[in-house]
């Protein structure tokens, strides 16, 4: 079953019922998120999606090329987004929600990992294209096993819930 949908018409507008069928997708599937491309395909110079991630989401911090930028802009629910150093060290926090801070932007080059901090988490992705996998998402050698991503993650969501218990 895909999580990753493309957009075949000139125009698109997006509605509620198409964000609840991103989430059903999304909760079956083992990555637990799912995105339905604006763009047509992956040679596309501008990549934007509109992503669904569940709170059971689990990645490891990744850069994309330094000539590569992304940009978040949150929906629904709330999203931390973690910054990294070359060595695997946060740098940065960042609680991002609708009526809050609400757009993220990254510099390509720069290490990070978005985590999902309510049950569902909807946000619109910027990102420059066109789109390789292979050539676009390299993973921060740190955290490579399922046991260090988890291990990382309950490391940060104990960080956000207590950067938000202090505002």
Known sequence: MTNVFFNDQNTIAFDQAGIAHLKEVAQAHPQKCARFCLHHDNQAGVQE??????????FAPHRHPNYKSESIHIVEGKIGMSVFDHSGQVTQLNVLAPNAQFLFRLEGGTWHLPIALS????????????????????????YQSEAAINSLYNQ???QFKEMESNE
Request: net charge negative; no cysteine.
């Open 156 to 158: 940060l969501i104990s």
């Open 119 to 142: 049950e569902w988490v909807v946000f619109h992705e910027v990102f420059h294209g066109p789109y390789s996998k292979e050539d676009d998402v390299e993973s921060l050698r740190h």
């Open 49 to 58: 999606m509109l992503l669904v991630m569940h709170r059971d989401s689990r």
